[in-house]
């Protein structure tokens, strides 16, 4: 999605490229049966999950309000983690401290 960082863009490719091609097969393929409504559903714990918001698309994210907190995020896009990490540390640590003591980011 445009506009993006070219230099992320090449490094992502890169490492991406450089999986070998059975790793990636093994990975990719348990993705295309994923029910991601059904797998956020069973799951009993706080959920936040950060969007992008020139990249939001509100019919593919509308469902997962009932099982997520979505919180937007103003800068970057799909890898705005590693565009801003920064952003992304802030993000995190304005979560509540047991969320995260729970994912070990405290």
Known sequence: VS??????????????LATAPK???QAARPLAAWD?????????????????TRLRKPPSTATLTQSCEIR????GGHFFFIEHP???ADAIMRLPAS????????
Do not use: W
């Open 72 to 75: 937007p995020v103003e800068v």
């Open 86 to 88: 920064r952003v992304a």
């Open 99 to 106: 969320a995260r003591i729970a994912t070990g980011s405290e």
């Open 23 to 25: 790793v990636a097969a």
């Open 3 to 16: 506009p993006y960082d070219a230099d992320i863009k090449s490094r992502v490719c890169k490492d991406m």
């Open 36 to 52: 991601r409504d059904r797998a956020l559903a069973e799951l009993d714990l706080p959920i936040t999950t950060y969007e992008a």
